[in-house]
Nanobody, 128 residues
Framework: QVQLVESGGGLVQAGGSLRLSCAAS????????MGWFRQAPGKEREFVAA????????YYANSVEGRFTISGDSAKNTVFLHMNDLKLEDTAVYYC?????????????????????WGQGTQVTVSS
């Protein structure tokens, strides 16, 4: 089955940038789309960004709109998250996830239940 592995996390000063990568392996691809979630200590996991492979449509949480950019290659089952102007509140473990089949709902990308596969996460720490 599909396995996702995130990389690119680390320590960065506020205002800096990082690029997260997600590499997929296995017999099944995330055919519909892929996304990023994050979870800070003591908080629930929250949606960050997603991409729908059919047309490349990106989706972003309001908190990262204009600062983060999601991109990828459906054929390679890879996705990236370019993070710019990082803020303290961006500190979290970032998880890559994939969707195999089109989910129900107009905002499918926000619901963790719609994602079939998850990576182990990569830590992003933003310092002042």
């Amino acid at each position: 089955q599909v396995q996702l592995v995130e990389s690119g996390g680390g320590l960065v000063q506020a205002g800096g940038s990082l690029r997260l990568s997600c590499a997929a392996s296995g017999r099944t691809f995330s055919r519909y789309g892929m996304g990023w979630f994050r979870q800070a200590p003591g908080k629930e996991r929250e949606f960050v960004a997603a991409i729908r492979w059919s047309d490349g449509s990106p989706y972003y949480a309001n908190s990262v709109e204009g600062r983060f950019t999601i991109s990828g290659d459906s054929a390679k089952n890879t996705v990236f998250l370019h993070m710019n102007d990082l803020k303290l509140e961006d500190t979290a473990v970032y998880y890559c996830a994939g969707v195999i089949v089109r989910p129900y709902g107009s905002r499918w990308y926000r619901d963790m239940a719609n994602y079939d596969y998850w990576g182990q996460g990569t830590q992003v720490t933003v310092s002042s």
